[in-house]
């Protein structure tokens, strides 16, 4: 498994300000993704970190909205953009671990309010 | 595209009485499947997985799983609840198409909130 930290681990925020979440990892890894959980709702996949390219961005995430980082194998950063109430949700980072195919760890959540 | 259905949102037991979880999934060839445990305020634990071979798995804290391909399902069970079973439960699916564009990525259900009762 892999130890996940993310950073600020929940914040509020103003409507029109930029927020960027930082996720750190305790091991190399070979995929990074960035989840986002609605209240109430299910985690919907925004996109996939690549390391030094950008994100692969899934249908209805752009990243203008959510630019991504990615600078080495153990770090990446989301940051959510013009900020609206609507963005206000749960933020998870994910990794897939070397040694463990296809299994996706998750971090403990960037919990968002937006007002 | 792949879908996960968790026709329960809501399931009440009391403590140490048996427990079903029900997933139903949609993928075109047999896919990865994950059972995630979310507690108030954390993050989500993995419970247990499925990539191939014996069908029934076993997985943390007393809880297994049963892949049945001809139901599509991948129901979640414990023999005997504890009060601190009490989480919201996520059945998700991975494709299995590596190296694909869809390499990785999970699909989730809704979830289902578990109360126990004690």
């Known amino acids: 498994s892999a130890v996940i930290s993310q950073k600020p681990s929940r914040d509020i925020c103003q409507r029109g300000t930029s927020l960027t979440i930082q996720c750190q990892v305790d091991?190399?890894?070979?995929?990074m993704f960035w989840y986002r959980q609605q209240p109430g709702q299910s985690l919907t996949l925004i996109a996939t970190?690549?390391?030094?390219?950008?994100?692969?961005?899934e249908s209805g995430f752009v990243i203008d909205k959510f630019p991504i980082s990615r600078p080495n194998l153990t770090f990446s950063t989301l940051t959510v953009s013009n900020m609206s109430p609507e963005d206000s949700s749960i933020y998870l980072c994910?990794?897939?671990?070397?040694?463990?195919?296809?299994?996706?760890?998750f971090g403990p959540g960037t919990r968002l309010l937006v007002l | 595209a792949q879908s996960v259905t968790q026709p329960d949102i809501h399931i009440t037991v009391s403590e140490g009485a048996s427990l079903e979880l029900r997933c139903n999934y949609s993928?075109?060839?047999?896919?990865?499947l994950f059972w995630y445990v979310q507690s108030p305020g954390q993050g989500l634990q993995l419970l247990l997985k499925?990539?191939?071979?014996?069908?029934l798995v076993q997985g943390i804290k007393g809880f297994e799983a049963e892949f049945k391909r001809s139901q599509s399902s991948f129901n979640l069970r414990k023999p005997s609840v504890h009060w601190s079973d009490a989480a919201e439960y996520f059945c998700?699916?991975?494709?299995?198409?590596?190296?694909?564009?869809?390499?990785?990525?999970?699909?989730f259900g809704q979830g289902t909130i578990l109360t126990v009762h004690p």
């Open positions: 994910s990794v897939v671990t070397s040694g463990e195919r296809e299994t996706q760890y």
């Open positions: 091991s190399q890894v070979t995929m």
């Open positions: 970190a690549n390391q030094g390219s950008e994100a692969t961005y």
């Open positions: 993928y075109g060839a047999t896919p990865y």
């Open positions: 499925y990539f191939s071979g014996d069908t």
């Open positions: 998700a699916v991975g494709a299995t198409g590596g190296g694909g564009t869809s390499y990785g990525k999970l699909t």
